[in-house]
């Protein structure tokens, strides 16, 4: 969680980081801070609790910071309150060492204690001012310079981290490292930039440096120098950003996340074209042969929030069409409950960030078990992508919404696309059906526009259901992976809560929470579940729920049950989800809006969940 960002360069630095920080909003936004320093002269701190706005006017958008080195800082509380004593960056007595953290540093507190034994005081609650003593304890203490004191100091630290550090002694220069958390570097002319993610200093360089797991950083005017812990030189090339900077603002939509919606088209197409080559599912940029996926008997997937609803669809799409027994887990649980790998297992890992703290720890115990690893994830060079076996990018580009959409799509899309190459791999679809899957795959982009163009409707019965305190999303089959991802999107951003439930289960025991005019959402999308599913609506409407439902064009008697009906172009069944899910991501965003919420950042979220 968190964002930081660092210049140096001849401009004046507060508003470059100010903007980058305005980039990174998406990490965290509970207050926000920098430091900046004017050639030699003392390190100016400025720090202000809440959004970024209140650090922009107490600095007059950082006109009043003179200097052209300076690190800044948004932040998502972990240890201590959001406040301004809490806020980044931190640092020692003397300003000797000055520090912006992103991560959560495990054993702060007995470091913490080691420091105070050694005189050390503390002013706020957080770990960051524990790391910025530690390295301040080692620098004054061996003398050794910057880079010593520092790799000291990550010898001690367990977590993770990104930092950002300028030294009083140091003026021309910052100093960073990381461990599990996102940094990337940046250099053009006499500038040197460095943030926590690309749209940062997309506006300034394409040409980005990633830097890797305990690595050094050492950035001047226009330079960046790397070296190991050890101290040892390292050589990396600058790798070129393709992403134009358009795609990262909002493009003259009102928010980010239906900009976001209304990207889906595209970016699923550009997802099925990096995988789909005359006619054929091609893995091999991942390094996957149809031998090996032969090879494999049975399938676990693993990943947090909508991820793991992606891996819910997947898990009904592949095991249907591949027949070989598919597993989904939630991450955090995955992790520490020493799940059982056989060695001819595939651990599938899906992420939009690819840094999300518990995918990367059941990444990293698939790993230790001995078994192919391969992730799905949107952000090049993030840690999954780096530590996974085998990688498959989605085509997502950067996602900026709290609330996923265009990466949920990209990545059913990768989902569809591994199990038919699996089935047909195992020989379970002949060349026809795997020509007839791949033929009707094609037409997806064009029939989520169709949904997206029928958004009127949607809106109308968000605004009908504004005062709405709960809703239920029920479905069967794939159709109750998706009410699971409907269900999360209403919660998310439009603070009402819902439940999603496979229609069969309601029975069960809640449906005795169903009582007049309750909010009911039925997905019937699956032509074999159909009857099924009405007949479960039916039961909710007797106890007087309202009902909506979404289902396939020509199944227009279910406008017999339902008071709303909804409908989507027809498909495959196994590829409904690409098609259903976009009215709840609709009716998710146009609730929150016309409830005046803060769709694009709601309460208590951040976008990357960096922690467990
Ligand atoms: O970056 P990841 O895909 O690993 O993130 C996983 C979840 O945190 C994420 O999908 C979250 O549930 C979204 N906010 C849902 O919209």
């Known amino acids: 969680m968190c964002g930081i960002v660092g210049y140096i360069g001849n401009e004046l630095a507060a508003p470059i980081l100010l903007d980058g920080l305005s980039k990174l909003e998406y990490r965290?936004?509970?207050?926000?801070?920098?430091?900046?320093?004017?050639?030699?002269?003392?390190?100016?701190?400025?720090?202000?609790?809440?959004?970024?706005?209140?650090?922009?006017?107490?600095?007059d958008g950082g006109m009043a910071l003179k200097g052209s080195c300076g690190i800044g800082h948004t932040r998502w509380a972990t240890h201590g309150e959001p406040s301004t004593e809490n806020a980044h960056p931190h640092h020692s007595d003397d300003n000797a060492v000055v520090l912006v953290h992103n991560g959560i540093i495990e054993n702060y507190q007995f470091l913490r204690d080691k420091l105070v034994k050694n005189g050390y005081s503390f002013y706020s609650q957080t770990d960051t001012e524990v790391?910025?003593?530690?390295?301040?304890?080692?620098?004054?203490?061996?003398?050794?310079?910057?880079?010593?004191?520092?790799?000291?100091?990550?010898?001690?630290?367990?977590?993770?981290?990104?930092?950002?550090?300028?030294?009083?002694?140091?003026p021309g220069e910052i100093f960073a490292t990381r461990r599990d958390s996102p940094m990337i570097i940046g250099v053009e002319g006499d500038a040197a930039y460095l943030a926590s993610d690309v749209p940062a200093i997309l506006k300034y360089t394409r040409s980005v440096y990633y830097i890797d797991n305990m690595e050094i950083a050492r950035l001047g005017k226009g330079t960046v120098r790397f070296c190991t812990v050890d101290q040892e030189p390292i050589e990396k090339q600058p790798v070129q950003i393709t992403w134009d900077a358009e795609s990262a603002e909002r493009a003259g939509f009102e928010h980010f996340m239906i900009k976001e919606i209304h990207e889906q088209p595209r970016v699923v197409t550009d997802t099925i074209n990096s995988l789909v080559r005359e006619g054929r599912v091609d893995l091999s940029e991942a390094g996957i042969s149809e031998e090996m996926l032969r090879s494999f008997s049975q399938v676990h997937i693993v990943a947090c929030g909508s991820a793991y609803h992606v891996g819910v669809v997947t898990q009904y799409v592949m095991e249907d069409l591949a027949r070989i027994p598919v597993r989904v887990d939630i991450a955090s649980e995955f992790r520490y409950r020493r799940p059982l790998l056989t060695p001819d297992s595939l651990v599938i890992i899906i992420s939009q960030s690819g840094e999300t703290a518990d995918s990367l720890a059941a990444l990293r115990e698939a790993k230790s078990q001995g078994v192919q690893t391969l992730a799905i994830v949107n952000v090049v060079g993030s840690s999954i992508a780096r530590e996974a076996d085998h990688v498959i990018y989605t085509y997502a580009g950067p996602e900026i919404a709290v609330a996923t959409t265009?990466?949920?799509?990209?990545?059913?899309?990768?989902?569809?696309?591994?199990?038919?190459?699996?089935?047909?791999?195992?020989?379970?679809?002949?060349?026809?059906?795997?020509?007839?899957?791949?033929?009707?795959?094609?037409?997806?982009p064009e029939k989520i526009e169709r949904v997206i163009e029928d958004k009127e409707r949607i809106q109308w019965f968000a605004a009908k259901f504004s005062n709405a305190r709960e809703a239920f999303f029920i479905g069967r089959g794939i159709d109750y992976a998706i009410s699971l991802e409907g269900s999360l999107k209403m919660k998310e951003i439009s603070y009402v809560h819902s439940e999603a439930y496979a229609a069969g289960e309601l029975k069960h025991g809640t449906i005795s929470l169903i009582e007049n005019g309750t909010l009911v959402i039925g997905i019937l999308t699956q032509e074999a579940l159909y009857e099924k599913m009405i007949s479960n609506m039916a039961e909710c409407k007797s106890r007087g729920a309202y009902l909506m439902g979404i289902t396939n064009y020509g199944n227009y008697n279910t406008e017999d049950t339902a008071d709303f009906t909804v409908y989507i172009p027809k498909t495959d069944p196994h590829f409904t989800a690409?098609?259903?899910?976009?009215?709840?991501?609709?009716?998710?965003?146009?609730?929150?809006?016309?409830?005046?919420?803060?769709?694009?950042?709601?309460?208590?979220?951040a976008k990357s969940v960096t922690v467990e």
């Open 28 to 59: 965290g936004y509970d207050s926000a801070g920098l430091a900046v320093r004017d050639g030699d002269k003392t390190i100016e701190i400025v720090k202000a609790k809440g959004r970024l706005k209140e650090l922009k006017e107490k600095t």
């Open 131 to 170: 790391a910025t003593k530690l390295i301040d304890y080692y620098y004054k203490k061996y003398k050794g310079g910057p880079v010593e004191a520092m790799a000291r100091s990550m010898m001690r630290i367990r977590g993770s981290y990104a930092l950002a550090i300028m030294f009083k002694d140091y």
């Open 406 to 444: 265009k990466a949920y799509s990209t990545q059913l899309i990768v989902g569809y696309l591994v199990s038919i190459e699996l089935a047909h791999a195992r020989g379970q679809i002949d060349d026809g059906e795997y020509g007839r899957l791949l033929t009707e795959l094609r037409t997806i």
């Open 578 to 605: 690409s098609l259903a899910v976009i009215p709840l991501q609709l009716l998710g965003y146009y609730l929150s809006i016309t409830k005046g919420l803060d769709v694009d950042k709601p309460r208590n979220l």
